[in-house]
């Protein structure tokens, strides 16, 4: 079972709303679990895998993101924490946390003039790599993380970023 939806506003705790903050956990938290729940029988009968979609925003302060970075973070716990319950069952749970990727969402999010800079500025914030990650690359990894070969990963959030995170 891949969780892949985002949602994220812009703004801090001064611009945003405690609706925002709602819609946000509703997408980000709430979906994941309840998905999870629903698809239990099924990942317990075939010892499935779960992968989220975080995101390195968890790890990074990001202003505009304030409440999609809070959101992430608990949905990392939500991946440990699952991870260890539906382990004595066979079933493996980790989260895929990328950088920034070319998405209407997160031109959504930034607005077309910040999503623009941050394109731009992708050659010098990630060392491997010239832009910013594809979705091809992403999947790439989500496949590994279905795959038999990570049959002893269960409870880790992989980051996926071009070493973004160690520019800082």
Do not use: W
């Not at 990001?62 to 260890?84: R, V, W």
């Not at 031109?107 to 790599?129: D, N």
């Not at 279905?146 to 049959?151: G, K, L, Q, R, W």
């Amino acid at each position: 079972m891949l969780h892949l939806r985002c949602l994220g506003s812009g703004g801090g705790i001064a611009e945003s709303t405690v609706e925002d903050l709602n819609e946000i956990y509703e997408v980000n938290i709430r979906a994941p679990f309840y998905l999870t729940k629903l698809c239990m029988p099924y990942l317990i009968k075939t010892e499935g895998c779960v992968v989220n979609v975080s995101s390195i925003a968890t790890e990074i302060y990001i202003p505009e993101c304030l409440q999609y970075s809070m959101a992430k973070s608990a949905l990392d716990h939500f991946t440990k924490c699952g991870a260890l319950e539906l382990a004595k069952s066979g079933v493996r749970m980790n989260s895929i946390n990328p950088s920034s990727m070319p998405t209407k969402i997160l031109h959504r999010a930034l607005g077309p003039e910040k999503a623009s800079e941050l394109f731009k500025q992708s050659k010098s914030l990630h060392p491997l790599g010239s832009s910013c990650l594809t979705l091809k690359e992403v999947s790439d990894v989500v496949i590994f993380l279905c795959s038999p070969e990570s049959n002893s990963i269960t409870g880790s959030c992989l980051r996926t970023d071009r070493g973004r995170l160690m520019v800082g």
